[in-house]
C-alpha cells in the first residue's frame, strides 16, 4: 500500500507488500513532531512535581501541621516548555523529620516518595 501525502491530502493506492510515504517539507513536520514532544514531556513533569509535591505533604508527620503546609514548588518554562523545578519547604525542622525525628514517618521520607514517583533514583 503506498500512502502519499501531498499538503493536506491523503491519497492510498493498492500494491503488494510495501509502504511508500512522501512527506512534503521534511524539516519542517520534523520541527513540528519535535514541538509536539517536548509539549507532552513538559506536561508530564508538571504533573510528576505537583503529584510529588501534593504526596510529601501527605506524608509529611504533623504536630502543628507547620511541616506538612510547608511544600511548594516552583516551575520555569520556555517557548519550548517545562524546563526547570523545585520542591521546597523552608520549615527549618524538615530535615530533622526526615531524618526520622518522628514516629508517624519512616527515615528519609521525602527521598522514598521522590523514588517512588520517578523523580529521582536511587544510587
Known amino acids: 500500500m503506498e ?7 491523503l491519497k492510498e493506492r493498492k500494491m503488494t507488500n ?8 521534511f524539516k519542517k513536520e520534523m520541527k513540528r513532531v519535535e514541538e509536539e514532544m517536548a509539549q507532552l ?3 508530564e513533569i508538571d504533573k510528576r512535581i505537583d503529584y510529588a509535591t501534593n504526596t510529601l505533604r501527605v ?7 507547620k511541616a506538612r503546609s510547608g511544600w511548594k514548588n ?6 519550548y516548555g517545562f524546563t526547570e ?3 521546597i519547604n ?14 508517624q514517618a519512616p527515615r528519609y521520607f521525602i527521598e522514598q516518595v521522590l ?3 520517578g523523580i529521582i533514583t536511587p544510587e
Open 3 to 9: 500512502i502519499p501525502l501531498v499538503g493536506n491530502q
Open 85 to 87: 523545578g523545585s520542591i
Open 90 to 103: 523552608d520549615v527549618d525542622y524538615i530535615d530533622v523529620l526526615n531524618k526520622g525525628h518522628s514516629k
Open 115 to 117: 523514588s517512588k514517583i
Open 18 to 25: 510495501s509502504v511508500s510515504i512522501d512527506i512534503v517539507d
Open 41 to 43: 514531556a513538559s506536561l
Open 74 to 79: 516552583t516551575k520555569k518554562y520556555d517557548e
Open 59 to 65: 506524608v509529611t508527620p504533623v504536630d502543628t501541621g
